[in-house]
């Protein structure tokens, strides 16, 4: 009995074990959720933080403009609806020299309600942009560099033309110095600016 007992344990043990691998696969079988197959698969996905916002590219300026009118679209406007032709100002020189619907910008987050200007700051940028039919085709530029011209207000004058949206705009000769602030003259009075602020 003793050697039957010896011959008899391991086997039984290792039916005992067999049965409870069986039981063991069975207990796994049923009670691990459906989707636990897979996993064994496929690498669990890898939880990725979400992607930080891309940076706003820096503004670019319009084909042909100067780098500093980069972005004017975005700028505070000082006027609060588009100036039509033969505007108010237009009438006080007696003809309208940037003719079509225009917008003013100033590139000074207050101007808008009249801080800063006029007198504006040294560095400000006034960009007046003019077109017809909703095409942006004239841009004049006043700059304030201290120093540069203090009997004429210290304001650099410039202007671009383009034919019409889609084009370059491009500057000649003509279009600057005293062709610009021999009528902005008559604006002395509020720094060589026509259009005053109007917070709308
Ligand atoms: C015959 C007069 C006259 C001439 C010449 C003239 N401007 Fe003007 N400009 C005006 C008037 C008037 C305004 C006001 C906007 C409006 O009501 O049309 C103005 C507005 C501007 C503005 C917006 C700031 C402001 O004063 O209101 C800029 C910038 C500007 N002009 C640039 C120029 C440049 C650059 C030239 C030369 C290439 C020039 N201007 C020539 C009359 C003139």
């Given at each position: 009995m003793a050697r039957l007992r010896t011959w008899c344990t391991p086997a039984v043990a290792a039916l005992a074990l067999g049965l409870a691998g069986c039981g063991d696969r069975d207990d796994a079988a049923g009670t691990t959720p459906a989707s636990a197959p897979a996993a064994t698969t496929a690498a669990p996905p890898t939880p990725t933080a979400p992607e930080p916002p891309a940076p706003e590219p820096p503004p670019r300026p319009l084909p042909?403009?100067?780098?500093?009118?980069?972005?004017?679209?975005?700028w505070p406007r000082l006027n609060a609806a588009p100036i039509p032709p033969d505007s108010a100002q237009t009438a006080r020189v007696g003809f309208d020299a940037h003719r079509g619907v225009k917008n003013v910008h100033v590139d000074q987050p207050g101007a808008r309600a009249g801080d800063p200007g006029p007198p504006y700051p040294d560095g400000t940028v006034l960009v007046k942009a003019a077109g017809t039919g909703?095409?942006?085709?004239l841009v004049a530029i006043m700059r304030k560099v201290a120093g540069s011209d203090p009997a004429h207000g210290d304001w650099e004058y410039v202007e671009y033309k383009r034919t019409g949206a889609g084009q370059d705009f491009a500057t000649d000769a003509s279009l600057t110095g005293a062709t610009c602030w021999s009528c902005h003259a008559i604006a002395a009075g509020t720094d060589w600016v026509f259009t005053p602020a109007d917070p709308g």
């Open positions: 042909g403009l100067p780098p500093d009118t980069a972005g004017f679209e975005d909703g095409d942006l085709t």
